[in-house]
C-alpha cells in the first residue's frame, strides 16, 4: 500500500544536539510538507517542498533545516537552535492541488 | 489572505445526537476545502473534501457542504458513535498559491455512551 512512513514514532534527545527525523512517501507525490503540532493546537508549517533540490521557509522555519535531494524523502532536521522543540511532528506529501494531504503518523519529539 | 476559523472544543455529545462543527474560511482566490480527522497519536486523516461552490463533501455518515456566500464549510452528522470522538481540522488549499494550505485550530469531539 502507497503512504508516508515517518520514524521513529517517538524521540528523545538532549538539548543542544541536533537531531533528524525521517519522511519517507511511496506515493510519487511532488509536494511534501513538514509540520508542528504542540498540545491542543492546530497545525503550523514548517517547510515545504514542491519539487526535488527545491524547498520554501513555513510559517516557523527558525531552528529546523530540510534537504529534498530525492523525489521520495524530506528528512527534518531541529537543530540546537530551535528555542522549544519538544513537539509533535507530522510529515504530510500531496499530488498538486486541488488534492488533498497525505499524512504521516508524526514522530513525536521530547528533548530534556 | 488565507485562513480558516472553526468552532473552539470540547463538543461533548451523547451517542446518536447530531453534530455539527462550524468552519468558516477566508481566501483570494478559488480554495479546495477539506475535513481531516485526527485520533490520538496519529497523524490526519482525510475525511471528506470539496472543491468548487456548492459541492457537498461526504463519507462515514459525514457531509459538508461548499457554501460561497456565506464562505462556510461546516461539518455534519446525523447520529455520532462513540468511535467518532476525535479531534476534526477545517482545511483549505489555495488555489493561487501551489500547495499552500492552511488549517483551522482543531476541535476536539467527545461521544459518551
Known amino acids: 500500500d502507497g503512504g508516508i512512513t515517518q520514524s521513529p514514532k517517538y524521540l528523545f534527545r538532549k538539548e543542544g544536539q541536533n537531531v533528524t527525523l525521517s519522511c519517507e512517501q511511496n506515493?510519487?507525490?511532488?509536494?511534501m510538507y513538514w509540520y508542528r503540532q504542540d498540545p491542543g493546537q492546530g497545525l503550523r508549517l514548517i517547510y515545504y517542498?514542491?519539487?526535488?533540490?527545491?524547498?520554501q521557509k513555513g510559517d516557523i522555519a527558525e531552528g529546523y533545516s530540510v534537504s529534498r535531494e530525492k523525489k521520495e524523502s524530506f528528512p527534518l532536521t531541529v537543530t540546537s537552535a530551535q528555542k522549544n522543540p519538544t513537539a509533535f511532528y507530522l510529515c504530510?506529501?500531496?499530488?498538486?492541488?486541488?488534492?488533498?494531504?497525505?499524512f504521516g503518523n508524526g514522530t513525536r519529539l521530547t528533548v530534556t | 489572505g488565507n485562513s480558516v476559523t472553526q468552532m473552539e472544543g470540547p463538543v461533548t455529545l451523547s451517542e446518536e445526537a447530531f453534530l455539527t462543527i462550524n468552519c468558516t474560511y477566508t481566501?483570494?482566490?478559488?480554495?479546495?476545502l477539506f475535513w481531516y480527522v485526527q485520533y490520538p497519536g496519529e497523524g490526519l486523516q482525510l475525511l471528506l473534501k470539496?472543491?468548487?461552490?456548492?459541492d457537498k463533501g461526504s463519507n462515514k455518515g459525514f457531509e459538508a457542504t461548499y457554501r460561497k456566500e456565506t464562505t462556510s464549510f461546516h461539518l455534519e452528522k446525523g447520529s455520532v458513535q462513540v468511535s467518532d470522538s476525535a479531534v476534526y481540522f477545517c482545511?483549505?488549499?489555495?488555489?493561487?498559491?501551489?500547495?499552500?494550505?492552511?488549517f483551522g485550530s482543531g476541535t476536539k469531539l467527545n461521544v459518551k455512551p
Open positions: 470539496a472543491t468548487k461552490a456548492d
Open positions: 504530510a506529501s500531496s499530488q498538486g492541488a486541488p488534492s488533498p494531504l497525505h
Open positions: 481566501a483570494t482566490g478559488y480554495p479546495s
Open positions: 482545511a483549505l488549499s489555495d488555489g493561487d498559491n501551489f500547495n499552500k494550505f492552511y
Open positions: 517542498s514542491q519539487i526535488v533540490n527545491d524547498f
Open positions: 506515493l510519487n507525490h511532488d509536494a
